[in-house]
């Protein structure tokens, strides 16, 4: 569409739609966990002293890491599937084979392109599945001490 029309075709115009794309589920992650702070944590913050900054930046965001880092997960995952779609536009990425598959019947190709956006995909949403997993551990380590 329009954004085509503006930047060309090629790899530009796949790159600034999928971090277009991609910040949806982080913002929404990010304000959703920063809302769901306790407002007791917030006032005690306050109350030690803490101007609005550092209230966001030594309370509400450690707080909210959690539910930030699930947004990069689900961007993550998404940006690897879509990206691959970015052939149809010039873009240089693993979707070409998956493209020249389809149109000469070629499995082998459609696979030689697609086992590997999902190895990838796979392996970044395990990555920071882990990093989720460890950051809320070490929150709670924190709590309870």
């Known amino acids: 569409g329009a954004l085509t029309l503006w930047s060309g075709i090629g790899n530009r115009p796949v790159e600034v739609g999928?971090?277009?794309?991609?910040?949806?589920?982080?913002?929404?992650?990010?304000?959703?966990g920063i809302l769901s702070v306790d407002p007791a944590i917030v006032e005690a913050a306050h109350g030690m002293g803490m101007r609005a900054w550092q209230t966001l930046l030594y309370a509400e965001l450690p707080?909210?890491?959690p539910l930030i880092i699930a947004g990069i997960r689900q961007s993550v995952v998404l940006i690897v599937?879509?990206?691959?779609v970015g052939a149809a536009v010039g873009s240089n990425n693993l979707g070409q084979p998956i493209f020249a598959g389809i149109r000469g019947s070629n499995r082998e190709a459609i696979l030689s392109g697609m086992l590997p956006v999902a190895a990838i995909g796979l392996l970044g949403d395990a990555a920071l599945g882990l990093t989720q997993h460890a950051l809320g551990r070490r929150r709670l380590a924190a709590v309870t001490a």
């Not at 599937?81 to 691959?84: L, P």
């Open 18 to 32: 999928l971090v277009l794309y991609a910040l949806l589920p982080i913002l929404r992650n990010t304000r959703t």
């Open 81 to 84: 599937a879509i990206a691959t």
């Open 63 to 65: 707080l909210a890491l």
